[in-house]
């Protein structure tokens, strides 16, 4: 059964916004800073005295860099969610008359990725307050709890749909 006519520009499309994104965010790297600014860690303080001690020491450069990169994150965010999402519905679609169970596996996988992209926008919008000097529990806690649940969705949902892809691949090409 060949993929909907939608199905290939959608996969193009929703990979060469991540890819634009993901360029974008790495062509505005980090300026000369030491200690180096380091976004996972600032993600992942989880305390008022941790994110406060990543701020001093990167200073006003480190933090106007952070509040740039988590404004570029945002596309990023929009691209991966988009095709990871697509990606794992297609898997779900291609899969359900001969794989039902992993058609059903593809939804739910589906359904973290739209949960990956959901709780990094909550994490960047926990940041953005925690940057307006707003340094208190609730916003470093809701930021990391974010940031492990993205990775975590993420760490499962990216490969279980390029391993899904190649195996889709494998298998119509038989």
């Known amino acids: 059964m060949a993929p909907p006519l939608f199905a290939r520009p959608t996969i193009f499309a929703g990979a060469a916004a991540t890819a634009l ?17 380091d976004i996972i860690a ?19 450069v480190g933090t106007t860099y952070l509040r740039q990169s988590l404004w570029l994150d945002f596309g990023l965010i929009l691209g991966y969610t988009v095709f990871l999402t697509l990606a794992c519905f297609l898997l779900r679609n291609r899969w359900q008359n001969q794989r039902p169970a ?18 990094d926008v909550l994490e960047n919008l926990a940041l953005f307050q925690v940057l ?43």
């Open 132 to 174: 307006a000097s707003s340094i208190n529990p609730t916003w470093t806690a809701l930021a990391a709890v974010c940031a492990r649940a993205k990775f975590t969705l993420l760490l499962v949902g990216a490969p279980f749909t390029w391993l899904g892809s190649l195996l889709t691949l494998a298998t119509s090409q038989a």
């Open 42 to 60: 600032f993600e992942l303080a989880g305390t008022p005295d941790s994110a406060a001690a990543l701020l001093h020491a990167w200073g006003p």
């Open 21 to 37: 994104a993901f360029a974008l965010s790495i062509h505005f790297t980090a300026p000369a800073i030491t200690p180096k600014v």
């Open 102 to 119: 992993l058609a059903t596996l593809a939804n739910l996988v589906g359904a973290g990725m739209l949960l990956a992209g959901t709780c």
